[in-house]
Every structure is written in C-alpha cells, then in structure tokens.
C-alpha cells in the first residue's frame, strides 16, 4: 500500500471541492475520470443516536477530544455514484482522499477501507451502515508524507459493482478495532474523496463473415464451400466509447473436432470498425469441415468471441467444361455471316457442382453466366464480327474452383455490309454508303441508336445510299444487316461521333500544302455543323473573341492579311437562332515571312559586339519556296550576292565603323522578283582593336620569356593614346598612338597558360572609350611525365622495364633526350602524330630513382629539364616464351618454361604459386636466376605469384605474372 500512498501526493492538483474531472483522448480507447463524493457523513460514539449527515467540517477517524476535553469515537462515510461504470472493463480504480491532521506522523498507521450499506437521513454511531467488505488497508504517517494522501485500489470492488449494474457505493473509512480508542492514531480527513479510474466499454462483435461470398458465414449442418486458396476473414465491431475507432480483430480457426490444431492470429485493420485476415485454406486436405470465429479488439479488451461460421474445403477442381453450338460448328469451316448471332450451349461435362460459367473472346473470361441448378448447361447468344472466332470458357464450382479452360475456335462467312458514314452535323443531312459482296442479298436494314429498323433496297450492284439525319450530338450506335430475301446475311455495327463543330477551309492558309505569307491577304470559309446557324464567333492567334454573321446559307467569310510570321490557331464556333452554341473547330495554320530573317552570333541587334574591323558570320534564312539568292549592303556599301541553300546562306562580314551598322538584305527568286527588305541594326563596340601575330586571340603561342608584339587598333576617331594591363602584373602602362591613331608595343609574358590583356583608348579631351579584353595562351615550355612509377608507392624491381609518357605544348620539339639517375643522356624522336611519345627504360636500382627529361628543337634550343622522381621495388622478374604475359599461347598440357630473376640483389630461392594452388619453391643461383617448368591444366587465364628470399630470410615484393592458355 505504501506504493499507493507515495502516488497520492502527485494527485494533490485533481482533487478539489468534490467535482467529477473527465478526461478522453481520441488516440486511446479508454476514458479517465476523477469521480467526487454524492453524499457524506460520520458518527461520533459520544453522541451514539446522533446523525451527521453531510455536515460541514473534515471527516474525523479514530479517537478525538472536544474543546470540553471529551472523549468522541468517529468514522466517516463516502457515497460515489458510479452507475456511469456499468458495462465497463475497469483497468484502474484508486480512493484517494487528503489528510486535514493527524495526531502523531512519526509512526506508520494502519486505517480502514469498507464497502458498506448506503448512508440514510439516521445513520449515527449507533445505527451505522452495514459493513459488506474491507477493501484495504494503508499505512498513515511512518516513511509517508504525513498530513499527506491516502489511497485504496478498489478496483476489483468497483469492477463487481459495474457487472452487477450497482448505481453507487458507499465507503467506511476507520481505524482498525485496536487502534480506534487510541488518541495517539486518531485523523482528521479533508472531505473531498476522489475515485480515480481509467474504464474501457469492450468491443462487441456485430458482424464475421467471408469477403466473398459478401459476409458469407456457414453453419455446421450447411457450411459454406471454399477452394484450397487465401480467403479473407472479416470481422465487424462495434464500441460504446465514442473514440474508438481503429480496431482489430482476432481470429481463430480448427477443423470441426479437433480444436488441438486451433490456431489464431491478428488480422489489420481497414477503419469503420471492420478487420481482416487472410487464411491459408489449402493448409486443410480436401473434404475438411472447418470453424472458425473472431473476436474484436480495441487496444485495451477483447470482445467475447462470436459464433463460430464453418467451411468445408473442396479442393477438386471441376472438368473443363464443353462447348457446341449448331450454328458455329468448329470443325474449320466458314460458317453463319459476321454479324449474324448464333446460340453456344456450355455444358458442365459431369461436374454436379458447377454453378456458373465465365466467358470471353481469345483467352479472356471475364463474362459470367450462372447456371439455372447445380451442374446445370446455360446457353449464350453470341455475334461474331471477325472471319475467325474464338470464345474462352471454363467453369467454376460452388468453392469458386475454376476449370481448366477450353477454347472453342469457329469460323465465320465473311458476310457483314461495309458501311461508310458521311457526317453532316446536327440537322443537317448525312449519308451511309453500304455495299456488299455477298450474292443475292436483296435489301438492308439500318438502325440509328434506339430507334427501329428501316429497310432499303439494294441496288443490283449490291449497294445503296441512305440518306439519315442525326438530331443531336454525342455517341450514336449505327447498325446495318443485309438481307437475302428474309434471311440475315451479315450485320455491321459502329459507334459514331456526331459533333456539332463548324468546318474551317481555306486556301491560303492550308498547313502543310499552303503556308500564308505576311502582308499577304487570304480568306477563311466557314461552313455550319447544325442547323439554324446564324453567325459564328471566333479567336485568332489567342486574340479577343470577335463575332461573324453568317448568310442564309449558314456560311461565312473571314478575311485576314497576316502582319507576323507564327504558328496560328483559329477557333471558331458557331451561334444559331435559338441561342445554341456548338463545339469549336481548332485550325492550325503556318504564316511565313517573305522578308528573310538575318541572324548573327557575333553582332546582336541589342548591345555594342565585336569591334572595327572584327569579323562577323551572319546567317540570312527564309521559308519561302523557290528561291535563288540572297542580295545584301553592309550600311552605304555595294549590294553583294550570297548563294542559298536550302533557303539559307552564311557571311561573313568586318564592321568598318563604330557605332550604329546597318545590314539589308532581300530575296530574289528563281522567277526573278525580289522580297521586300529586311534591314538589320546592330552596334559595334568603339573599344580599340588588338592584333598579334605573336600571340594571336584565343590561340596558343609562344612561352614564357619570348617577347610579342601587338598591334592597337582605334575604334573611335581622335584617339592620341592606349592605356594597358597584363593581367598579372597589375601595372597600367601608357603608349602615345601614332598620327593614324594606332600603336605597336612589345609585351613579354613570363607565365604560361590564359592571359588576359585589357585595352584602353583616350582622346585628346580626355574620353576613355570602353575596354577591350584580349585574351591568349601562352604555351608551357616544360616536359610533362605521366607513368605508373610515382614516388610514393614502389613498382617492379631490378631489371624491370618502366615506360613513362612524356609530351610537351611547344610544338617546335622533335627530340626527347632523357637520363636515369644521372647517367648518360639519350635521346628518342618525337612521335609526330601522336600527343604522347613512349619511353621504356630498365631499371637499374631498388628505391628512390629521378627520371630526367628536356626537349630539343631542331634549331638546338632545349626546354627547362623535368626530373620524375619514383621508387623501385624489389619485385623479381618474370619470363617466359611459352607464355608470354598477357597473350594467348601454348596450350591445356603443353609444359612451359619459366624464368624468375631477382629484383634486388642477395636473393637465393623463389617462391611461386599459380592461382589458387600451393606454394612451391625453387632455388636461385649465382646470379639470382631460377626457371620452372609449368603445364596447364585448363585453358583460359592464370596468374603466376613470384617473390624471392634473400639469404637472411627477407621476402621481397611479389611479382604477378599474367597469362592466357589457348583452348587447345
């Protein structure tokens, strides 16, 4: 109880002036409620026949003195309604009510809870409630906080009074016998008792059945049959608690008497109070009865568990089904007339249990008839509309066991009319043209939507033309069958659109066979799709809605002269006299330029590009047919001649002023006339023009050290000097300009890679025209290594070859002389065509290594010398010319020789392994050379590992020697 008592002080805050606190979350399904006192009292044993019935005042226990110094005897008594639990599952039920005082708090105190008769207008010491049984006892004071709370688990009673439908409760709070004289135990209480509870209404269960059949559930005399597959068990409850709504159910299911093999499991929830599993029924041999039930649960309690449904597994399947029909015989010949409807009968072929059938064209079953009884033959009406037929049938059984399926294959008379249909619009008259093939067929029959067959002659060539009239939009059925005499020869169905939507023509602008040209008048037609059209209204290339009258016959006229080249779109709909407004057309249509379109990369029509004297290519295009050349002026010069192409040409063109250029350009075609001109403005920048031929723009040239010359060119009038940087030097230099404005300066640049120099012109009062940013690359003169040796990792060893790559930006090179470790130089020719020029050289020492390399000229002049450092291993070397490495030789037996020799001095014996296999040994002689003999096994690649041991017992690098066995 002491657990009890510590977990009152925590309740301190929820107990007040006897009001009842409710709380409920929506995420449980519980509900926790503070449930205060109804009614109140206590007696005194100085006043036996007294009553104190809901007085005001604390709650006295045990012994007490009065102001006189009088001896009282008291115990109290608590009244709870608690009708509100009934039907409940209570999960927690605490008394808890606070101390006022107590006479002594050093010792641990026992005090008394009872259930008791109810409190009534005369309860006194003498005539107190009936005692019913002692809920608990607690211990007062002691280790506990003390004036502090005591607390009772009265859940157990609480859970009976719920169960038995009590509407209250009513407490006895006392000491216990031997300690209610005693002054030193008595207390006093606060009278405000709380119950604190958590309650849960369980689950019901409204509802267990099968998914399908919908809800199914069968009885044990008539259980419901099932295949030996999944089913889904469902299982629907229901709850009191207004929150609850996620539930899940439990089910157990175990063959009819043998409830050994129950199994349960939990199945998921799928809202609205419903859960489901699905349940392995082939786990069950054929002919087993079995029950199952469920129960559902709310996250706190189970429902109790329904009424069991039962099942019985069938896991025979029935025989495939036979189909025959007399009209459709399948014995490979043509027969009946497309469109013309035959019966299929489809017999259950000696299964009793079929209870229906599915059916579908060319594998597809997805049609169901049912059977009229158990075993039963249906027959089908069925129209084939193809020369070749076939219906997939198979059969089910009342376990939804499915039949192998059959295929019934049939051939059909070519018979059907050929139907084409001319549409007019709504009101208005449209056509069916039908004809036939078949001889002797004497008329046709047609049918518009719902309405009745009309018949018409056909002709003696076997057609007809039958004029209809469809008097609304949407989606009309049409049916044509052909007769010969009273006998259906052939039938023909289709579904047709029947639109409103007015007609556009024109040709002017006819995409693709016509485009329409700019300034170029043409005209639209407009045609009605429904009758009683008195105008039509229509946008243009997405302008405003505009209105059209149309004349008596419905028709109109737009014209239109197009002012820009695009892709248009024309809507157009139409307005009758009642109001109507149809569908709208969409007519799409190209219009071109006859003026050519003039383009440039380099000089934009927005902005100042390029500069005086500065190259441009300028593209001239036109989409007009037939032409012959292009005739363009650069500003006030002559009118020149650029071929075309396929409707284009490019040239290029060198501005000879700053500022404002104008290009003109027109057509001229292949019968002589001209376009009209398109004239093309574009800006080029005044900033000054640099040249060089030492280091030219955007190329690669010279090395650092080599002077350059360039040129500064004006790009203005008036210019008397140039203002330059060098892009890493940061230092601005000045140069006067010549009398024709222009200035030569030598510059040497002292790093390779990009530069970039920036230009400045000034004139004479002191305007600074805008920079020119001139940029080169300036060309490294030094040798670049590349290698698989490098200095951190050690490769090979003595006596190995290292090849290293070395290439150089300076063109002029024909030679590469090299040197290793110092020694002597040598020297190999450049590869001409190729980026990279290959030099192998042997090593002749283990470790640090410097590989040294320089170009020459074919004038003597050398490049700075590059040194590669790099390492050598200790790797030995291996031979052979049998296998060479990394080529297919030899063969599967055929014995090879190999030769290891040391890459480091002292070695005395090898170790080697192919692939996989063990390790062997063989000695070195003198000079640290040792050969073995190896015979393939099987063909394809193997791998050779080979180190050495010296003498002291140092391994060196492995070696792994790579080499392909031919097949035989």
Same mark, same amino acid.
């Given at each position: ?6 977990? /009152? ?175 030193? #135990? ?5 009278p405000f008792p709380v119950i604190h509870s958590e309650s849960n209404h369980a689950p019901t ?5 099968? *998914? ?14 099932? =295949? %030996? ?45 419903? !859960? ?9 041999? @054929? ?12 996250? #706190? ?20 089904? +036979? ?30 249990? +079929? ?58 008379? &070519? ?52 004029p209809v009239v469809f008097d609304r939009t949407g989606n009309v059925k049409i049916e044509v069958?052909?007769?010969?005499? !009273? ?6 169905? *289709? ?9 556009? /023509? !024109? ?7 016509? @485009? ?14 429904r009758t009683g059209v008195v105008a039509y209204e229509y946008t243009l290339g997405g302008g ?60 934009? *029509? ?48 060198? %501005? ?68 330059? +940087? ?41 305007? +600074? ?62 590869? %001409? ?6 030099? &192998? ?61 040391? =890459? ?65």
């Amino acid at each position: 109880m002491r657990a009890r008592r510590l977990l /009152a002080a925590s309740l301190g805050t929820v107990l007040g002036a006897g009001l009842i606190s409710v709380n409920t979350s929506p995420a449980q399904a519980y509900e926790q409620r503070d449930t205060g006192k109804s009614g109140w009292a206590y007696t005194d044993s100085h006043l036996p026949k007294k009553s104190f019935v809901n007085p005001s005042g604390d709650a006295p226990i045990g012994a007490w003195t009065d102001a006189a110094g009088a001896r009282h005897k008291s115990r109290s008594y608590f009244t709870f309604d608690v009708a509100r639990f009934r039907g409940t599952v209570i999960h927690k039920a605490d008394l808890v009510i606070e101390e006022r005082s107590a006479a002594d708090c050093a010792t641990a105190q026992p005090v008394e809870l009872w259930r008791t008769d109810p409190i009534t207008a005369t309860t006194s010491w003498n005539s107190s409630p009936r005692r019913r049984e002692l809920l608990g006892t607690v211990q007062a004071g002691g280790e506990a906080a003390c004036p502090g709370y005591l607390v009772w688990d009265i859940m157990p009673a609480l859970q009976k009074l719920a169960d038995q439908g009590k509407q209250t409760l009513t407490v006895e709070i006392r000491l216990p016998h031997g300690f209610e004289a005693k002054l030193s #135990h008595g207390r006093k209480l606060r009278p405000f008792p709380v119950i604190h509870s958590e309650s849960n209404h369980a689950p019901t269960v409204g509802q267990i059945g099968l *998914e399908f059949p919908s809800w199914a559930c069968g009885t044990s005399a008539k259980p419901q049959p099932v =295949g %030996p597959r999944y089913y889904s068990l469902m299982v629907r409850g229901a709850d009191a608690d207004p929150y609850d709504y996620d539930y899940s159910g439990q089910f157990a299911a175990w063959p009819v008497g043998d409830e050994n093999q129950r199994a349960e499991q939990f199945g998921s929830s799928y809202g609205g109070a419903l !859960s489901k599993i699905d349940w392995d029924m082939s786990q069950y041999p @054929d002919g087993t009865v079995v029950a199952w039930t469920a129960r559902a649960y709310d996250g #706190h309690d189970f429902s109790a568990w329904a009424k069991p449904c039962y099942v019985k597994v069938d896991a025979q399947r029935p025989a495939t089904p +036979v189909v025959v029909s007399a009209k459709y015989p399948d014995d490979g010949q043509p027969h009946g007339g497309s469109g013309v409807p035959g019966t299929f009968t489809f017999k259950a072929n000696g299964s009793p249990d +079929v209870v229906g059938y599915y059916w579908g064209r060319f594998g597809e079953t997805y049609n169901y008839i049912p059977a009229p009884a158990p075993g039963a033959d249906v027959t089908l009406e069925y129209t084939p509309t193809s020369f070749f037929e076939s219906l997939s049938v198979r059969s089910v059984d009342s376990a939804s066991n499915s039949s192998e399926t059959v295929r019934y294959e049939f051939r059909v008379k &070519s018979t059907a009319p050929q139907v084409r249909v001319t549409m007019g619009g709504v009101g208005l008259p449209s056509k069916l043209a039908v004809s036939t093939n078949v001889e002797g067929v004497t008329e046709f029959g047609y049918r518009i939507g719902d309405g009745g067959e009309t018949r018409v002659p056909a002709g003696a060539d076997g057609t007809a033309e039958i004029p209809v009239v469809f008097d609304r939009t949407g989606n009309v059925k049409i049916e044509v069958r052909s007769y010969a005499g !009273s006998e259906l020869v052939g039938g023909y169905t *289709e579904t047709v659109s029947v639109r409103d939507t007015p007609t556009v /023509a !024109s040709d002017d602008f006819a995409f693709p066979e016509h @485009d329409g040209v700019v300034d170029r008048p043409g005209t639209f037609t407009f045609r009605p799709g429904r009758t009683g059209v008195v105008a039509y209204e229509y946008t243009l290339g997405g302008g405003d809605l505009q209105r059209l009258d149309a004349a008596a016959d419905g028709t109109a006229v737009l014209r239109w002269t197009p002012t820009e080249p695009n892709w248009y779109v024309l809507n157009v709909r139409s307005i009758s006299a009642d109001g109507t407004v149809s569908e709208a057309a969409q007519y799409e249509f190209n219009v071109i330029d006859i003026k050519p379109g003039v383009y440039s990369s380099t000089y934009y *029509e927005y902005g100042a590009w390029g500069g005086v004297g500065i190259p441009g290519e300028f593209d001239f295009g036109t989409a007009m047919p037939d032409v012959d050349v292009f005739l363009y002026r650069l500003n006030d010069g002559p009118e020149q001649i650029a071929n075309a192409e396929y409707g284009s040409a490019r040239v290029t063109l060198a %501005p000879d002023r700053s500022g404002s250029n104008t290009l003109t350009v027109r057509t001229r075609f292949l019968d002589g006339s001209f376009s009209p001109s398109r004239t093309y403005t574009f800006e080029v920048s005044d900033a000054p023009v640099v040249a060089s031929s030492d280091y030219p723009e955007n190329g690669d040239a010279g090395q650092p050290g080599q002077p350059g010359r360039f040129t500064f060119n004006p790009g203005r009038s008036g210019v008397t000097e140039y203002r330059y +940087v060098l892009e890493y030097t940061g230092e601005e230099q000045v140069v006067a300009a010549g009398a024709d404005g222009r200035a030569t300066v030598e510059i040497t640049p002292t790093h390779s890679g990009y530069t970039l120099l920036t230009v400045t012109s000034r004139t004479a009062d002191g305007t +600074v025209s805008p920079e020119r940013r001139y940029y080169f690359r300036v060309r490294d003169p030094r040798v670049n290594v590349s290698s698989a040796y490098d200095e951190y990792s050690p490769r090979g060893g003595i006596g190995s070859v290292g090849r290293f790559g070395v290439y150089t930006e300076i063109s002029e090179v024909t030679t590469f002389e090299y040197q290793l470790n110092g020694g002597a130089w040598q020297s190999v020719p450049k590869e %001409p065509d190729a980026l990279v020029t290959d030099i &192998s050289v042997t090593m002749d020492r283990n470790g640090a290594n410097v590989f040294s390399v320089r170009g020459r000229t074919a004038s003597g002049d050398y490049t700075p010398q590059t040194d590669y450092p790099f390492l050598v291993g200790t790797a030995p070397k291996v031979a052979s010319s049998t296998y060479p490495a990394d080529e297919w030789a030899g063969g599967v037996g055929v014995p090879g020789e190999f030769t290891f020799t040391q =890459g480091s001095p002292g070695v005395v014996e090898f170790e080697y392994t192919v692939d996989d296999g063990q390790p062997l040994t063989v000695a070195a002689n003198a000079a640290g050379v040792a050969t073995v003999t190896y015979t393939p096994t099987s063909f394809s690649s193997h791998t050779m590992r080979v180190r050495g041991r010296t003498a002291d017992g140092a391994w060196t690098d492995m070696t792994s020697y790579y080499f392909l066995v031919n097949f035989s």
